[in-house]
């Protein structure tokens, strides 16, 4: 019976441990590389079709001129039924660019804008009330607490034509990431 040096009993151990290492390597962490690759291809392709901030905030800022305008045309009929505006449409259109700004600055994402329910309506009937020709407006936003709670104490700047009426926090989104989504009320 032959003797195994020591240089043999390490060849031994080692060297099928090293080609199972490069069966693995070759067979599942490549692919796993490849796949992760075209995932940041597919990433980078969704991120250039995205719209920026800017014009984001270039289509909000047309868009509240041209309601503007329409208000200004429907004239008299829709203000007397309704009754005056505490403030002008030129101070709401301000307040609402400095609030995208605000939003921006503090790295929260506006996901969408609709008017509040009949229901969010009732329950600030007594607001409404002391400022006729006002709207509830329900944003929907995404961002970090830390970010939010940012945004809220700086809605000051924007003046008194935006004022905020309620917070929550969605409870849906959940895991590993500090992204949240709120629902922010405001009047208007």
Known sequence: MKTV????????????????????????VQ???????ELERQRTVLELRLPTQAERSTVRRQLL????????IRGSDSESSKGRSVFSPNEVLEASAELEELME?????LMSESR????????YERLLD???GSEISRLELAGTFAGISALVSSLDQTGPALLPVAIEMDAGMQGET???????????
């Open 130 to 132: 002391k400022r006729p």
């Open 65 to 72: 001129e041209l309601q503007r305008e329409v208000s200004t």
């Open 105 to 109: 600055v503090h790295g929260v994402i």
């Open 5 to 28: 040096s020591p240089r043999e009993r390490v060849m031994v151990l080692l060297l099928p441990s090293a080609i199972i290492l490069l069966i693995y390597g070759f067979f599942v």
């Open 31 to 37: 692919p796993l590389f490849k796949e992760k690759e």
């Open 178 to 188: 500090d992204l949240r989504r709120w629902n922010l009320w405001i009047c208007r």
């Open 116 to 123: 509040a329910e009949a229901q969010d309506r009732r329950a």
